[in-house]
């Protein structure tokens, strides 16, 4: 399967990176919790969507956890039906756990990315007819203390590198899949979808980051969601 492919190579060329302090832990998803994350691939792949959303990097209580984007533990055990075997990274920040499926916290941004499929959408298969979701990076970045680094935070030689693998990954992605839009979940997201999907007919559309730290978001991200996905030449049920 070419998602499958694509997505092993990358992972395997962020494994080849090396980053340096600030960062002290990077987490590669991709790796300890691959038999999910290929569950996933191999559920939903295949279905010609028309929108693919593109988030930053994991979450700590999301795709750390379970290997699936934006992944909220229950949205992608209960609503897509999806679990597999946890590992850990080779090196574990003390206060950054991995408790794959068994993670009682909740990612907020994944249970409003989920809610909001669920809430418009109904079932996952439903969804997925026209839907796509992926991160542009796979990896998190922890410094010392267990604070998260987020990618654009890098020393920008590391951030040159880092992008150059994601945004080939990226391009490839979308050649495969051959949506008609790209909703990028934040600025950098949005960004770096128009970096990959230069030369192809692909409109990319922002919508705000679903981060509980993001004002806007929390007065009520649902219907800006839906405005990103209507700009997108898309019809909601």
């Not at 070419?2 to 790796?31: H, K």
Request: charged residues 25%; hydrophobic residues 40%.
């Amino acid at each position: 399967m070419e998602l499958i492919d694509i997505t092993r190579r990358l992972s395997a060329d962020c494994d080849e990176l090396g980053f340096a302090a600030p960062v002290e832990y990077v987490y590669n998803p991709l790796d300890y919790a691959w038999q999910p994350h290929e569950r996933y691939l191999r559920r939903f792949e295949g279905l010609s969507p028309e929108v693919v959303l593109v988030g930053m990097n994991p979450g700590p209580n999301g795709m750390m956890q379970t290997g699936v984007p934006f992944g909220d533990v229950v949205f992608v055990r209960d609503w897509m039906g999806i679990e597999g075997e946890v590992g850990t990274p080779a090196v574990l920040h003390p206060k950054r756990g991995i408790d794959g499926f068994a993670c009682k916290k909740r990612e907020v941004s994944g249970s409003r990315v989920w809610g909001w499929a669920q809430e418009r959408f109904g079932t996952a298969e439903r969804f997925f007819q026209q839907f796509f979701v992926l991160n542009y990076c796979p990896l998190l970045f922890f410094e010392a203390g267990g604070q998260n680094r987020t990618p654009d935070k890098l020393r920008k030689a590391e951030r040159d590198e880092l992008f150059a693998v994601c945004d080939r990954a990226l391009t490839a992605m979308l050649e495969v899949l051959k949506p008609r839009a790209v909703i990028g979940i934040g600025r950098l997201a949005e960004q770096r979808a128009e970096q990959a999907s230069q030369g192809m007919d692909v409109k990319v559309l922002p919508v705000t980051h679903p981060s509980p730290a993001n004002p806007r978001a929390n007065a009520g991200w649902m219907p800006l969601m839906d405005q990103a996905v209507r700009d997108a030449g898309v019809a909601l049920p």
